[in-house]
């Protein structure tokens, strides 16, 4: 039997809400665990390549639609979260940094073309991109801190971008709004390019 998932982006932002509204919790938690979760939730924000990337996650699909506009910020999130386990545990990983920008690069090209390949294609560009984004999260966490609570915080983050590129892409409903959906993706591109120029100096 396959259980239908829900379409709506409004489900995706409850379930943010809802783990954001979970933070008041960890007052009553060990020090490391509360600071690692909010170091985690600070992290994916820290760094524009970071940003770009995810918010062009929700962006491309918005304007894929149903099912791609949940799968892909599901898919991101999951496959992150082994890449940050893997830096967590000192496993290298070659390129991390060339890795995250060409995310920015694809992405933003993807959007900017409207590029519309199979789902199963477009989930997994997504998932190979997002294990060099958890790995680079993984690798920076701060001694002391909780690896576990960590780890939430920079998945529940990157979701909360996800959202943003999703609430953004609404704008995909309109002629004029596709457009403009485009331009950001060449934005998005354009910045993944300077920083592959950066990751590779």
Known sequence: MMVKMPRDPRTFLFAGVSALAA????AHVQEGQAAGFLTGLAHPVSGLDHVLAMIAVGLWGAQLGAPALWLLPV???LVMAFGGFLGLLG???????AGIALSALALGLAVATSWR???AVAALLVAAFAVFHGHAHGTELPEGQSGLT?????VVA?????LAGIGIGVIHRWPAGRTALR???AGVAAGGVYFLWRALA
């Open 91 to 97: 496993i290298p990983l070659p390129g991390v940094e």
């Open 183 to 185: 331009g950001l993706g």
């Open 75 to 77: 898919t991101f999130p």
């Open 158 to 162: 990157t979701g909360l971008l996800h």
């Open 150 to 154: 960590y780890s939430i915080g920079f």
């Open 23 to 26: 933070m008041p919790a960890l």
């Open 117 to 119: 390949p199979p789902l």
